[in-house]
Structure formats: structure tokens, C-alpha cells
């Protein structure tokens, strides 16, 4: 691979490959990425140009999986545009938040 500048903060590193695919991350990439915690996964994609790039995954637990799917995270976004937009209200207490919730029900 030819040299080429890197990025600030970027880092260039070789590491063997055993016989089974196995290698190692150096330890300060692990820990900066947090691939040194339980669970730690990393997404591998393979690109048409050759290039093989390595993805940190940070583990989710599996009670707490349902926020990362696409739909609650499309939710999220419309929400945080919502915020930004000032569409939202405050309520100074949890009782004023109930009695403004009450207001907004259909009277059927």
C-alpha cells in the first residue's frame, strides 16, 4: 500500500493474521474504542474496492435493544426536530404535566 498522510488523530497499524483469521487489536486502539469491554463486537464490511474496514459495535442489552431499531430511532429524530423547532411545552411540575395531558384527550 502505497504511503499516504493520514488524518489527525488517526492511527497505522500492522498486525499479524494466524493461521485460523485470528489478530489482535493493540491494546490503545482496543481501550479508545471500548472493544476491550464484555461483549465487545466489531461490524466487518468488505468494500467492491478491496478495502476491509473494521466497524467498533458498543454491545446493547437485549432489554434495551428495541430503542436501537430503525423505527424508535426515526422516532427519536422526528422528536429531537420537534425540540429544535419549539414544538414542545413545559410544565413546571409532574401534576401540571397530568392536567395538561387531560386537556389534550378527545371528549367522546
Do not use: C, N
Not at 493474521?17 to 493493540?26: E, K, N, T, Y
Not at 474504542?33 to 461490524?43: C, E, I, N, S, Y
Request: net charge negative; glycine share 8%; hydrophobic share 40%.
Amino acid at each position: 500500500m502505497p504511503d499516504r498522510e493520514l488524518p489527525a488523530g488517526s492511527a497505522d497499524v500492522y498486525v499479524g493474521v494466524q493461521s485460523r483469521g485470528v489478530f489482535a487489536l493493540p491494546a490503545d486502539l482496543r481501550k479508545r474504542h471500548r472493544l476491550d469491554q464484555p461483549g465487545a463486537q466489531v461490524r466487518i464490511v468488505e468494500r467492491d474496492d478491496g478495502v476491509i474496514e473494521l466497524h467498533p459495535q458498543v454491545a446493547v442489552p437485549a432489554d434495551q435493544a428495541w430503542f436501537w431499531t430503525k423505527r424508535w430511532q426515526a422516532m427519536e429524530a422526528d422528536a429531537d426536530a420537534d425540540v429544535a423547532a419549539g414544538r414542545l411545552t413545559r410544565q413546571a411540575s409532574g401534576d401540571a404535566l397530568l392536567e395538561h395531558l387531560d386537556g389534550l384527550r378527545d371528549p367522546r
